[in-house]
């Protein structure tokens, strides 16, 4: 299975070269690839129609003991099924559609690695690889749809298409590894044996809504279905492809995956099916308003991708039934509806269903195929799509309590769709013909041959639904539940309530279609506020982001270098403030001086000096203050014995204030304060931070100097240095580290000094 | 201090012994050939290869140097060589060796040719300052090494032709830098005030065993990490980073996003590790002393840096200045992994350290190239550059899907680790900030491929053509990005080993 | 009657808000490095008054030692990196040094 997954990004490396070589012979090989791909999962049908499953393990990190494993059961079975052969359908179809495409090269490479990325998906039984392969697709589907990059609005829809199914892969991510956590291991198989641990567990409850907010927004389901009909900018190969028959099913799949896992709770069951009708029956009707042909075949699949949840939510025998049947057929009728809808563009030039019709006579082959299609979509026996919708409506009668709701919207979303049917799958080619920009006549071999085969399989499938879809869903392990179904699938239930819903269903489509027009019209008189539309909330949510960026930037990041500092001051302050408050109590302490004279003095000097250089308004009185500050410090170290020190301290501090009168005086003279406003604002800020450092220091003293410290170093400090002054021996002993650490940064400096104004030479030149 | 151990811990101290000897061979070099400099970046290079041999050596040969005590004679060193301080010296060196072959292509570099031997003196003065910060185990050294670094990198910042830009940077640099060591100089003293003692597991030893207050605690700590904060421009010590990164030359920009922040890194583990940290439990989680709340501070600030630098890079038009704020949020995923404060946490934050090196060093490459040839680093002068130039646009690409942390890039491997022990530490609602984190940054690394691919230039946009040796280049900074994301398990297994520290 | 260290470690408190007053007042570049000096300089007489009181040897004038010799070169490497804003700014007020923002 490996082999089958890796084919196509090999493929996808060589494929340019392939094309240099020979053009046409490339897109001959693009097709037969998911061709060979069918056939490999086709000779696995008989394996797992038996009840077995084939899982394939590959060393990939051995030392960390992470395997690259794949897994094929009746699931994914189907899946890889439907993925190839739709890939084959698709990838014949383009050759002639993309015809003359500039880039078609690329978009063979796009799409050759979504294939093999979708495979890896569905084939995938690491939570990890599933994930990569998950993103893959939303990557390579953000590449296709913004393929006809002409468009702005392309580009901004793939934007839009990869920002959601990639921000919720992202949510599927750390769902995944939330599950991981707790079942202690990363392999998907495994995990549905232990249902009752991982729905135990506390964390369950945000690990399932995250795994649902990733498979919600890859299907499309409300409140995230918008991004699909947007998607329709896409060439319409990647919407029959990735739009309706795969991609989207993706989500699909990744519940019907986990549904053994984290399923039989009420979290997941009802939202599932909650969300799943409301996207049925929601989006259904909004194709109402459509015309273009493609954007109603979104909202039509739409609608199915709502009804698949839906089963999955009911969870019973027979919806799961239901649910497999319902995906096969939709794969089938959709694709290729799609691909028709593309032939009609590509010949007439318009995918506007009131600029269309009577095409009959002129394309008869796209007709008969697009009729078969459609009867299958409408639910018309012996086609599968008749089967499918049969037991979708038997599995929402059977449902308790609420059988009788879901019935009803199940038939209200699918009259829907069989309206969507007639307007694109009959209205285009019956009544009367009409103008269309370009002179329509029969699409070649190669782009009726692919939605044909899909086509007469939907009809092969539904008359031998009892062989075929029976095997496969009821004797394999199907991996949606843990059990193997055993209700045998028929073509024929005789007359019951079913047929007759089935029926009346057709009808009212009809009679829907008749009436479109009116109905239209009266809609349009009720004006819908924007505030019903997630698309609002995803816009308002993305304009706002943006414009709260702006406004913290402009607030913030000013480029002033005072506000800057500012910003230093206020956050240690409060985050002091915060360790204050979570510490609280008052200090103990007995604050009376007594210092003595000599101390005051030099105490009273060195404040006042420190208060001059903040306020004064020469720049020398400033500096020669801050000289000040720096004599009395040396004093203050005079007074604590340590000579040496107080004799760099004033060495240095002369040196200091020399070069900084030297400098100031190549300088404007002088430099008023701030505004007032910034003044006050400077100053609470500067009397803040004062009183918290007070604070903090009353809180030092408070806390009595240990007394073993003072011991310890009482004894120790003269044996330890061997000798009087210990500055030096210091210097050269204990702190030799230091002391290289500080000749390199004199080194530095006087580099560095040399360095910049030498720069400045530099600059005088030009 | 005697002979022999003098003798052993000089031989501990290697790589930084070098780095200062090449330091001078090349002042001295500058001097002697006063007219050709294009000797001093093969001097450089000779320096960096020898002392990577020497980093290299010490994941194995471990130890503590130059054993002082000012307390408690516990014979633990001022320096900590070990595994954990080799892999950020290693993320150091090799970025130096990419700053080198930076610098040599850097158009700003060449117009300054003059100078080359002052530039390549700073930069080994910043190397110098970053290996002492990487393994220092006492504030002091701490305080000389982070004032060598900053000094060499103030300069550094504006070290090009004398333009507004480049010397506003180097100001910008300075005040801010100057401010947060000042502060950290207080809570240092503060400390020293404490415990007696500026050695860090004197320190870890005096907190274990003595009652002291909290609060000054705590607000000493909050002032040693406005120190360390600034350097690994952490929310709110981060201002100048996108203001001194736009400004500086492009070389040195994509040095202090990886290399100085590297050095930040270590300092930060290092610092906690070894004053708070008393054992590891059976879980590799960290049993911490209560005297301080790192937890707590590490989640709220890692939150806001990245939330902070994603949302200012949604809108910036320069991309360098994208790259900055980017860059801000990078750093708070990483945060993120030390919050976590345990060996798994740190294990993904060397992953991610190790594979951010090549990508946004990559990506800074790149747009170098690029303002190289067409003189611009706005987004909308990329429009059309993935047909115009096909290599380069998708090489930018995969640099980009790399920092937003898609598969199969070597960026998803780093996000994957740092999720996991998230979630694995019960972090989850931390984990989902992240994620939430992820998604801005999706959008706003996206917007340049849209613009190289999707949009259509509106001027005939010039052909940047790339000589071959950048080509290769691109490719051996691409190789890891691509390889090691879907085979990761020597990065792992190398940053496993590398999560000991020593002294516990 | 004695000098303690509560009253060192008031005028080191002082020192060092006025430091940051400094630096988050002034305009001009060069008053707002004396800032810096101010803090500088409280910390050192932290670093000395506890190693007198505290008993703690003379490791902490050693300290201080070196952050005078710091604080120099740091000194020099800012007034050059302000002779250069002079000389591309014609102006060292901070305020006006705002090109790089957002």
């Known amino acids: 299975m490996l082999y089958a997954v890796v084919a196509g990004f090999i493929f996808a490396i060589f494929f340019p070269a392939a094309v240099r070589i020979n053009k046409q012979a490339g897109k001959i090989a693009a097709a037969v690839l998911p061709l060979g791909i069918f056939i490999y999962f086709a000779s696995f049908y008989n394996t797992i129609t038996e009840g077995n499953v084939i899982a394939q393990s590959y060393n990939w990190i051995p030392s960390l003991g992470i395997n690259l494993s794949f897994y094929l059961d009746g699931l994914s079975l189907t899946f890889a099924l439907i993925i190839s052969l739709v890939g084959f359908a698709v990838f014949l179809y383009t050759a002639s559609y993309m015809e003359g495409n500039k880039y078609i090269t690329r978009f063979y490479i796009y799409i050759t690695l979504f294939m093999a990325s979708m495979l890896g998906l569905v084939l995938s039984d690491n939570i990890i690889t599933m994930f990569v392969f998950w993103e893959l697709t939303s990557i390579s589907s953000y590449f296709l749809i913004g393929f006809n990059h002409d468009k702005e609005r392309s580009r901004i829809y793939a934007l839009q298409a990869l920002l959601i199914t990639g921000g919720g892969g992202l949510a599927l991510l750390a769902g995944l590894i939330i599950i991981a956590n707790i079942s202690g291991g990363w392999s998907i198989s495994s995990l549905a044996d232990l249902n009752e641990l991982i729905t135990g567990h506390k964390h369950y409850p945000i690990a399932a809504i995250l795994v649902l907010i990733g498979a919600f927004t890859k299907s499309a389901q409300f409140p995230f279905h918008f991004w699909l009909p947007n998607a329709m900018e896409a060439p319409t190969p990647v919407s029959a492809y990735l739009h309706s028959a795969t991609m989207v099913k993706a989500g699909i799949y990744l519940m019907a995956r986990m549904n053994p896992s984290l399923g039989g709770t009420d979290l997941w069951q009802h939202t599932i099916l909650i969300v799943g009708a409301v996207t049925m029956l929601f989006t259904a009707m909004l194709s109402l308003k459509q015309t273009d042909l493609k954007k109603l075949l979104a909202y039509s699949t739409l609608g199915v991708l709502g009804t698949l949840t839906m089963l999955l939510g009911i969870g019973s025998d027979l919806a799961i039934k239901a649910f497999m049947i319902y995906l096969i057929a939709h794969s089938l009728y959709k694709g290729t509806l799609f691909l028709i809808a593309g032939i009609i563009d590509h010949e007439t030039g318009t995918r506007d269903i009131t600029k269309l019709g009577g095409l009959r006579k002129l394309m008869p082959i796209t007709m008969v195929i697009a009729v078969l299609a459609s009867l299958s979509k409408m639910g018309i026996i012996p086609l599968i799509g008749f089967v499918g919708k049969e037991t979708v409506y038997a599995s929402a009668l059977e449902f308790e309590p609420f059988g009788t709701l879901l019935i009803i919207l199940a038939i209200a979303a699918n009259v829907f769709i069989v309206y969507i049917t007639i307007a694109v799958g009959f209205k285009p080619f019956f009544g009367k013909l009409k103008p269309t920009p370009k002179e329509p006549h029969e699409s070649p071999f190669k782009m009726w041959f692919g939605p044909m085969i899909l086509a007469l399989l939907g009809v092969v499938l539904g008359m031998f639904s009892s062989v075929v879809i029976n095997s496969l869903i009821n004797f394999t392990e199907i991996g949606v539940i843990n059990k193997k179904l055993n209700i045998p699938v028929k073509l024929w239930h005789g007359f019951n309530l079913e047929l007759a819903l089935s029926v009346l269903t057709v009808l009212l489509g009809v009679l829907l279609y008749f009436k479109r027009d009116n109905i239209v019209n009266t809609l349009n008189k009720i004006s819908f506020t924007k505030y019903v539309k997630p698309s609002y909330y995803y816009e308002f949510l993305l304009s706002s982001t943006l414009s709260f960026a702006k406004f913290q930037t402009k607030f913030l990041q000013n480029g002033n270098l005072s506000n800057y500092a500012a910003m230093i001051i206020v956050a240690t302050i409060f985050l002091g403030g915060l360790a204050l408050v979570s510490f609280g109590g008052a200090p103990n302490i007995d604050l009376t001086f007594a210092p003595t004279f000599a101390e005051v003095i030099i105490g009273i000097i060195l404040i006042l000096a420190a208060i001059s250089a903040v306020r004064a308004k020469s720049r020398l009185t400033a500096i020669v203050s801050v000289g000040v500050v720096g004599y009395s410090v040396a004093l203050i170290f005079i007074m604590y014995s340590a000579p040496d020190l107080a004799m760099t301290q004033f060495a240095i501090e002369t040196l200091t204030v020399i070069l900084f009168v030297l400098v100031i005086y190549r300088l404007p003279k002088y430099l008023p304060f701030s505004s007032m406003t910034r003044r006050i604002r400077d100053f609470i800020l500067a009397g803040l931070g004062g009183l918290l450092m007070s604070l903090i220091v009353l809180f030092i003293i408070a806390e009595p100097m240990t007394s073993e410290l003072k011991k310890y170093f009482g004894e120790n400090s003269l044996t330890i240095g061997k000798g009087r002054n210990i500055v030096n021996v210091i210097l050269v002993d204990f702190r030799a580290l230091d002391t290289m650490g500080e000749i390199a940064v004199l080194a530095i400096a006087a580099i560095g000094v040399y360095a910049l104004l030498k720069l400045k030479s530099n600059g005088s030149e030009k | 201090m005697n002979y022999e151990n003098l003798y052993s811990s000089l031989s501990l101290i290697q790589p930084e012994i070098t780095i200062s000897v090449f330091l001078l061979l090349i002042v001295v070099a500058d001097l002697i050939f006063d007219k050709n400099k294009a000797l001093i970046p093969f001097l450089a290079l000779a320096g960096l290869i020898i002392a990577s041999v020497q980093v290299i050596l010490q994941v194995t040969n471990t130890g503590y140097a130059f054993p002082f005590s000012d307390v408690y004679l516990s014979r633990k060193g001022m320096v900590t060589v070990d595994a954990f301080g080799a892999f950020f010296k290693l993320i150091i060196i090799i970025s130096s060796f990419i700053l080198v072959y930076f610098s040599y292509v850097s158009d700003e570099i060449k117009k300054s040719e003059k100078n080359l031997g002052e530039y390549y003196a700073l930069i080994f003065g910043m190397i110098l300052g970053m290996f002492f910060l990487s393994s220092a185990s006492d504030l002091i050294l701490i305080y000389v090494a982070l004032e060598l670094l900053s000094l060499s990198s103030y300069v550094l910042a504006g070290f090009s032709k004398l333009r507004t830009r480049n010397s506003e940077a180097s100001l910008k640099y300075l005040i801010y830098g100057a401010t947060s060591s000042g502060l950290m100089l207080f809570g240092i003293s503060i400390f020293y005030g404490l415990s007696g003692t500026t050695n860090l597991y004197e320190i870890n030893t005096f907190l274990a065993s003595h009652q002291i207050n909290h609060l000054t605690l705590s607000f000493a700590s909050i002032l040693i990490f406005a120190g360390i904060g600034y350097k690994i421009s952490s929310v709110p010590f981060h201002f100048w980073t996108p203001d001194v990164y736009e400004g500086a030359p492009i070389s040195i920009t994509a040095y202090l996003s990886v290399a100085s922040k590297a050095a930040g890194f270590a300092l930060l583990v290092r610092f906690i590790k070894s004053a708070f940290v008393t054992s590891d439990d059976s879980l590799g989680y960290w049993e911490i002393l209560s005297v301080f709340d790192w937890h707590s501070l590490l989640i709220l600030v890692s939150i806001l840096t990245m939330t902070l630098g994603n949302l200012t890079a949604l809108w910036q038009n320069n991309i360098k200045r994208m790259l900055a704020y980017s860059s801000i949020a990078h750093a708070g995923y990483m945060l993120l992994g030390v919050a976590v404060l345990s060996n798994q946490g740190l294990v993904a934050v060397l992953i991610y350290f190790f594979f951010y090196l090549f990508m946004n060093l990559g990506a800074f490459f790149i747009v170098m190239l690029i303002a190289n040839k067409t003189g611009s680093e706005e987004i909308d002068d990329y429009n059309g550059l993935g047909y115009t130039s096909p290599f380069l646009g998708v090489a930018l690409t995969l640099f980009m899907v790399a920092l937003i942390g898609l598969p199969p890039t070597a960026g998803f491997i780093g996000k994957l680790y740092l999720f996991i022990a998230l979630v694995d530490a019960q972090m989850i609602t931390v984990a989902i900030i992240a994620l939430l984190n992820t998604v801005i940054a999706l959008y706003y690394y996206i917007r340049v491929l849209k613009h190289m691919f999707l949009t259509k230039s509106t001027v005939e946009t010039q052909t940047v053509s790339v000589i071959r040796p950048n080509i290769i280049f691109i490719i051996f900074m691409l190789a890891p990005v691509l390889i090691f994301g879907v085979y990761f398990g020597p990065v792992v297994d190398f940053a496993k080993r590398c999560v000991q520290i020593l002294g516990l | ?102």
Do not use: C, P, W
Request: charged letters at 10%.
């Open chain 3, 1 to 102: 009657m004695q000098v303690e260290l509560t009253h060192f470690l008031v005028v080191s408190t002082l020192l060092f808000s006025m430091g940051v007053f400094a630096i988050v007042t002034r305009k001009n570049a060069i008053l707002v490095l004396m800032g810096i000096e101010l803090m500088l300089n409280a910390a050192n007489i932290n670093f000395v008054a506890f190693s007198k009181f505290g008993g703690f040897g003379l490791s902490g004038q050693v300290i201080a030692l070196f952050v005078i010799i710091l604080a120099a070169a740091e000194a020099a490497i800012a007034l050059a990196i302000v002779l250069n804003i002079y000389k591309t700014f014609s102006n060292v007020n901070v305020d006006e040094i705002n090109n790089l923002k957002e």
